[in-house]
């Protein structure tokens, strides 16, 4: 009888065990296959908006390569005077020369506002008319109006097939105007895209290597990038994509996402980047048995592990090891998960444009020095004067030359100093008062402030810009009201470097 009732406790103990371990088996594999398919959905994501960030600088690129074309004399003194043949000849050789530093170019030229062609990276084009007036209305009015509607921008068409050379390129025109403001031709500029494929299928996918890219603009539907030849230019037939579309005209910020859709019988997980300034949405396609490769697996897995369970209910080793083995793989994708974080959290206190660190991370740098005591700093403040109408005047591209070359002026004058961009327009540099004296520290602040207010040489030629600037020091009790008291100082700025001590020990 004692024996009989011992084995009958046995098996109870393993029958609890078994729907213990069944039940904890389910949860973990429901638990986990979430977990996966959202890292992998975000990996792709990741993956995505890096693709779009590569398509926008490779299409940003060439719209500065234009836009500096277009400010040459030599384009502005042909337009407004077409017939004069010294003129001509300028703008030709001016052409050719400056399309030989341009990579993969397909073709750079001048037109009148008829598109006569009167400068051309191949000179044998030179005097076509590419789109008749009385051949063509419909489409040369689609032009002019396009680049009206421009204004002083780039009209950039997007990735076409070049009816020239019957290869892909992305193609874009920049009118320009006379005094009274009235168009007088156009330039334009075609960049193959061969180049920024192979920089797209050589950037390798680790777990989705059948991958695949397109991308359609919003306005129309149509295809501007596709695997397919054959598809680019013509209307998507997918319907996500259709909505996709209609949902986005006109939008003026990034978004991204993801949908899943059915073709020829296979079910394919497509994500998105939308890109704003040129209303392109970009996709990232692989088939959903790729993309959950490791769900699916991990399913398999998870199911002879259970049925192993049943089968050994004996063998507590062996489940304990199994066990162990799943916990790993679940930790690895969590601390894979963490790094990933990490590094957006690293990025959240870079200023992107100028490469020194934001007014976040000024924030808690001065924290971290008042929590250990820190020594005696000197804080000191350069402020752009009047950026707005820097902007305006000499547009965003000058304005963003301006803050990059005030960040390397301020590191040319403070080796060893953190540098910080607290504002659109103010930077704060912060140095050891300990390891530098008065007289030297205030020498690097005016010898700063000097090469800012002289004259600089910009991509649009040579200006003077208005800078304020102050000087503090700060012995003890550390906080960022500082820069409160710094721009106190610029609103009382009479043109040389004001320094004052906030206390004094």
């Known amino acids: 009888m004692k024996g009989s009732k011992k084995i009958s406790t046995l098996n109870l103990i393993l029958a609890i065990q078994l729907v213990i371990m069944i039940i904890l088996s389910i949860a973990l594999t429901a638990t986990v296959t979430r977990s996966t398919k959202k890292n992998a959905i975000e990996h792709m994501q990741t993956i995505t908006d890096e693709r779009a960030n590569i398509i926008l600088n490779y299409v940003e690129n060439a719209e500065k390569t234009l836009t500096y074309y277009s400010k040459a004399e030599q384009v ?109 031709g156009f330039v334009g500029l075609g960049i193959y895209t061969d180049q920024l494929v192979n920089t797209l299928n050589s950037l390798s996918i680790k777990g989705i290597e059948n991958s695949s890219y397109s991308m359609v603009n919003v306005k129309d539907g149509r295809y501007v990038f596709n695997d397919d030849a054959e598809l680019i230019d013509k209307a998507s037939e997918n319907s996500k994509i259709r909505s996709l579309c209609e949902k986005y005209a006109g939008t003026k910020t990034s978004e991204d996402g993801n949908f899943e859709y059915k073709k020829s019988g296979t079910k394919y997980v497509s994500i998105y980047s939308y890109i704003p300034q040129y209303g392109w949405l970009l996709m990232l396609d692989d088939t959903r048995k790729e993309v959950y490769s490791l769900t699916y697996s991990l399913r398999i897995y998870m199911t002879i592990f259970a049925a192993v369970i049943v089968g050994l209910m004996l063998v507590f080793g062996i489940i304990n090891r199994k066990q162990e083995k799943v916990s790993q793989k679940l930790a690895s994708t969590i601390v894979k998960n963490n790094k990933t974080k990490e590094s957006l959290y690293t990025a959240m206190f870079k200023d992107v444009l100028t490469d020194v660190s934001n007014r976040i991370s000024f924030s808690m740098d001065v924290d971290e020095m008042k929590a250990k005591g820190a020594k005696p700093q000197y804080f000191a403040m350069f402020n752009i004067a009047e950026f707005s109408q820097v902007n305006s005047k000499l547009g965003n591209d000058t304005g963003d030359w301006l803050l990059v070359r005030t960040v390397e002026v301020l590191k040319q004058n403070f080796k060893g100093s953190k540098i910080y961009r607290t504002g659109s327009d103010e930077f704060v540099v912060i140095s050891n008062a300990d390891s530098t004296s008065k007289d030297a520290f205030m020498k690097s602040v005016n010898e700063a402030f000097t090469t800012l207010t002289s004259k600089q040489t910009t991509p649009v030629g040579k200006h003077t810009f208005k800078f304020k600037a102050a000087v503090v020091k700060k012995n003890k009790d550390f906080n960022t009201s500082v820069v409160a008291v710094l721009k106190d100082m610029l609103n009382n700025f009479s043109g040389s470097v004001n320094y004052e001590e906030l206390d004094r020990s």
């Not at 030989?100 to 084009?125: F, M, Q, R, S, Y």
């Not at 050379?165 to 005094?179: D, E, F, H, R």
Request: proline content about 6%.
């Open 76 to 184: 502005t003194n042909l337009l407004s005077d077409p017939d004069n043949a010294d003129y001509a000849a300028k703008a030709q050789a001016f052409t050719e020369d400056y399309s030989k530093n341009v990579d993969n170019i397909e073709g750079l030229w001048i037109g009148t506002w008829e598109t006569k062609c009167l400068a051309h990276t191949n000179p044998g084009t030179v005097g076509m008319v590419t789109r008749p007036k009385d051949k063509v209305p419909e489409k040369l009015k689609e032009l002019q109006d396009a680049m009206l509607e421009a204004g002083d921008g780039v009209y950039n068409i997007g990735m076409i097939i070049s009816p020239a050379t019957g290869k892909q390129i992305v193609s874009m025109y920049k009118a320009l105007y006379n005094s009274s403001n009235e168009p007088i």
